[in-house]
């Protein structure tokens, strides 16, 4: 985001696809039952995706696949044999409570891919996810309480290791905004569709954020950010 202080990210719920991806997308059925103060929602899906052929049987079916390109190019032999070359289904529901200024959530997803992945062996690929299912579990929350917003989210895959983030929101004076978030990705963590707050992707980064706007007079807006962050 152009603002220094918009980090957070705010769940949309179901909506139609609208984007030009032909990979990252869902096809199937999702519906939302309100309860009370409870959300409960579930979906299904299951598509034809690009994957990048490793092996074949005598058939020349494939057997095994190393990655799941997203770029959507089919302009060489390559390109055009990885194209719907495997099958991705996905399952999964949330509950979400919200009362009066607070919200919290459970959410649970399972992947199952037709194909079993296998990334090469690269040492930057050592905790990439390998095989054909993976499962995500997650929990988060929301406090608003005057001008202070607390939030936070912990998420697993079922490897045993996690993700966290956690964030708070200030507005103390007229004229000047505070975020300040932290966020801790496993380097195991494993999961096909997310998009953390971070600068290297999905996992292996610990890092503090500090962004600030202030309208400093009627002409001048500062607007200033530090973001701390290691690799792991």
């Not at 770029?71 to 009362?99: P, S, V, W």
């Not at 296998?118 to 905790?127: A, E, G, I, V």
Request: net charge neutral; aromatic share 16%.
């Amino acid at each position: 985001s152009a603002q220094a202080i918009n980090v957070k990210r705010y769940a949309s719920g179901f909506r139609a696809f609208t984007g030009a991806e032909e990979n990252r997308f869902l096809r199937g059925a999702a519906a939302t039952y309100r309860l009370g103060s409870f959300d409960i929602s579930a979906f299904y899906s299951s598509h034809k995706t690009d994957a990048n052929v490793t092996e074949t049987d005598s058939n020349l079916a494939p057997t095994f696949v190393s990655s799941l390109p997203t770029t959507g190019l089919h302009r060489t032999e390559n390109e055009l044999a990885d194209k719907d070359a495997n099958t991705l289904q996905i399952m999964g529901g949330n509950i979400n409570y919200k009362g009066n200024g607070f919200s919290a959530g459970l959410t649970a997803v399972n992947y199952q891919l037709a194909t079993t992945l296998q990334p090469s062996k690269r040492l930057y690929q050592k905790f990439n996810f390998n095989g054909n299912q993976l499962s995500n579990f997650s929990a988060d929350f929301n406090y608003l309480y005057r001008d202070l917003n607390i939030y936070g989210e912990v998420a697993a895959s079922d490897n045993g290791a996690f993700a966290q983030m956690f964030g708070v929101q200030t507005n103390p004076s007229d004229g000047f905004f505070a975020t300040m978030a932290f966020r801790n990705l496993d380097p195991q963590y494993q999961a096909i569709f997310n998009a953390p707050f971070a600068e290297s992707g999905s996992y292996g980064e610990r890092g503090y954020y500090l962004g600030i706007n202030w309208q400093l007079n009627k002409l001048m807006l500062l607007k200033s950010y530090v973001d701390l962050y290691e690799f792991r």
